[in-house]
């Protein structure tokens, strides 16, 4: 190998990982400021990799379809809140009320994603911004749902989730029986650790899936709609159907994964659980080296991993440096959307320059 | 039945169901004991306090940047004037247009970056605009904690340092505009001459710039780039005129909304401010792509209508309170409509 091609190779790696290498150098510092054991640290991030990884891959499959970071999957997560509410109104306890809970919730996850796709399939060249509104719109009717019809057209008998005033939903539901009941279905401890060994082999699951998904015609499909949607439909391959479903998928898993994450954090904030769902979710998925148009399952992992260290040091990190705690969370919260802006504008850029370069190779005197 | 199918394509349905809710809820408030002069009096307040935030969406939707969701980036400009006036401790007449004429520079300087990097990703102005609304904000989060702020009306008691979530403009600028040649009418009804001659005067320069030269580029601009670039135009420079027009507005309109609203809302507050102002713009009947005055006026008169008029309606109706659901779902819902509409233009 020269070292011009020495040289090209190590710029590329740049480009490619400027972000997570930048992430691995801020951690580094932060984690001797925060004055953390090592033991604590690993245990932490531990419980997060089961608690969010499922959430994150559940963004993967849009980005395969070239539909973008997928901001709607906030939908799914209000589908398995649904489930979760109605699971703890029945008084189903343990990982049967969480498989009961799925099975409520991917109906109206299905519904919902069904919607999106429809939507995003008018807003072609915006879906990210139109899935972020989206979401939001969602929910409103979210609320609407659960604060006003809960209660009052659909039961709700369980007094200890109701509001005083008879009907509405409570604003922290306590997941008592239900709480790690996945994490700790196969009890395994080393070192003072907890292992939540059946969520990561649910996870694992999940990783299968997807990696056979890419190889199904229905996956090979998407790939070919991500590249060029025109190209694909000549290629007789219906656009608008394969968007929709690449949407429903990662509205299900979405959907899933709440209820895996609510079930590790032990208490649904029925208001604001899902706010900053798909925020973190996205920005850890970029911070593991993902693109808008690019994600891989190591990109889930390394981001996860990543993302929560910050998230885990940062508060005392910021303590130790600026005097106040605040700062740390503060930090945290401006670093997910300064990545997310980041990423979108590297994103964006790139796809201008690739369209000035196509115009200029098309004029007569180009010297490449 | 012509002449009603062309007005209502010409209004088109979201404004004329919206309309009508309106109509509907201010028929239906006395039916329900909510005094419609009370009512009216908070539509005009909301409707002066939000204009000048409302106008700020127009010149970038002129120039092709599409709707302005980095509006953040604006009142955070603002959010900087006001602090520094207090903290010069100005006050009345002198603290508002104080706090105006030290926002301006921040404002024109971060208007100026920002015009740099949407020039750079164009087809994706509005994704990038909302991350970059919230990256500042968030930034700013920790700024408010840092800056070295003395005045004791905003920093925290007890630690000495940073600046308090909610500073009241009492004794320093509250109701400056509202106040002004106010017409009191009975009890109940105030109108805030001051704040709505001070939007007229920020939509007549608004008319009167895109009247001009510069301003006449700048609509060509966004209606056909490539006309605009063949006759001679700056594309990228006129982009970058509207964006700092756009976030120099969202500067003066915050301090407008609080001169009136009383508060100083600082860290998460101006979070999701961008989305009222530009669901208001689009009830009003703009597109992604077109904008005018008229747009503005109209929509912010409804939509900050359904805002005052569904709490007390709905809740002395039926007794609950509908009203942050009716917001979220009319403004989102109505910014999702308009994205979903094909714009195919821009390619």
């Known amino acids: 190998m020269t070292s011009k091609t020495f040289r090209q190779s190590l710029s590329r790696f740049w480009v490619a990982n400027a972000v997570p290498v930048m992430f691995v150098v801020l951690i580094a510092f932060a984690i001797p400021l925060s004055g953390f054991s090592a033991n604590y640290l690993v245990g932490e991030v531990i419980t997060r990799l089961g608690r969010d990884s499922f959430l994150v891959l559940s963004l993967l499959i849009p980005i395969m379809a070239g539909m973008g970071l997928n901001f709607g999957m906030v939908l799914g997560a209000m589908a398995g809140q649904i489930g979760i509410i109605l699971v703890t109104n029945w008084g189903m306890t343990g990982v049967g009320g969480l498989c009961v809970a799925m099975a409520v919730g991917t109906p109206l996850a299905i519904l919902l994603g069904w919607a999106a796709g429809v939507v995003l399939n008018h807003a072609k060249g915006r879906e990210m911004v139109t899935s972020l509104i989206l979401g939001y719109f969602i929910n409103g009717v979210y609320q609407l749902v659960v604060l006003y019809i809960m209660g009052k057209i659909i039961p709700i008998s369980n007094s200890a989730i109701v509001l005083s005033r008879g009907y509405g939903i409570r604003n922290a539901i306590d997941l008592k029986t239900m709480r790690q009941s996945l994490d700790r279905l196969i009890p395994l401890k080393i070192d003072g650790i907890q292992i939540p060994v059946a969520t990561f082999i649910v996870i694992a699951l999940l990783c299968l899936f997807i990696w056979w998904f890419g190889k199904t015609k229905l996956g090979h499909d998407m790939r070919a709609v991500g590249q060029d949607m025109k190209v694909a439909e000549e290629a007789g391959i219906k656009v608008e159907r394969t968007r929709i479903i690449a949407i429903i998928i990662s509205t299900v898993l979405a959907c899933y994964g709440q209820i895996i994450f609510l079930q590790n954090i032990g208490t649904l904030n029925t208001y604001n659980s899902h706010d900053q769902t798909a925020t973190f979710a996205v920005a850890a998925l970029l911070i593991g080296g993902a693109s808008v148009a690019r994600a891989s399952i190591p990109n889930v992992f390394i981001g996860v991993i990543l993302f929560h260290t910050m998230f885990v040091v940062s508060p005392t990190a910021g303590k130790q440096l600026m005097g106040s705690a605040m700062i740390g969370e503060y930090f945290r919260v401006f670093v997910s959307y300064g990545v997310i802006a980041l990423s979108i504008v590297l994103y964006a850029w790139k796809r201008v320059k690739e369209r000035e370069q196509s115009r200029s190779s098309l004029r007569g005197d180009q010297d490449q | ?336 409509y308009a994205l979903t509409r094909s714009t195919r233009k821009s390619r």
């Open chain 2, 1 to 336: 039945m012509t002449s009603i199918r062309t007005l209502i394509d010409k209004a088109g349905w979201p404004r004329i169901i919206i309309g009508l809710l309106l109509l509907s809820l201010f028929l239906a408030a006395p039916a329900v004991g909510v005094r419609i002069d009370q009512s009216l009096t908070d539509t005009i307040v909301r409707f002066g306090m939000n204009g000048v935030l409302v106008l700020g969406m127009i010149p970038m939707v002129q120039t092709g940047c599409g709707l302005n969701f980095g509006l953040p980036l604006g009142i955070i400009a603002g959010l900087l004037g006001a602090t520094l006036s207090i903290e010069f401790g100005l006050t009345g007449a002198a603290g508002f247009f104080g706090a105006v004429g030290l926002a301006l520079p921040f404002a024109v300087l971060l208007g100026w970056g920002y015009g740099l990097l949407l020039n750079r990703v164009k087809g994706d102005e509005m994704m990038i605009a909302t991350y970059v609304g919230f990256s500042s904000v968030s930034f700013m989060c920790m700024m408010w904690m840092l800056l070295p702020y003395h005045s004791p009306t905003m920093v925290w008691g007890y630690g000495g340092t940073g600046l308090r979530t909610t500073i009241s403009l009492e004794g320093f600028w509250l109701h400056i505009l509202d106040d002004f040649l106010a017409i009191r009418i009975g009890q109940n009804f105030k109108f805030p001459t001051g704040m709505i001659l001070f939007f007229a005067l920020m939509a007549f320069i608004m008319w009167a710039f895109f009247h001009t030269k510069t301003g006449t580029a700048m609509t060509a601009v966004g209606s056909n780039p490539d006309y605009a670039r063949a006759s001679g135009v700056n594309v990228d420079r006129m982009r970058t005129i509207s964006v700092v027009m756009s976030t120099v507005y969202g500067a003066i309109g915050i301090l407008v909304y609080q001169q009136s609203f009383g508060f100083v809302q600082l860290y998460n507050g101006p979070f999701f401010m961008a989305l009222p102002a530009v669901a208001a713009i689009l009830i009003g009947g703009a597109s992604v792509n077109k904008a005018n005055i008229t747009n503005a006026v109209i929509g912010t008169v409804l939509f900050q209508g359904i805002l005052t008029m569904t709490p007390s309606v709905i809740n002395s109706a039926i007794q609950s309170d509908l009203s942050e659901v009716v917001r979220i779902i009319v403004s989102d819902g109505m910014i999702v």
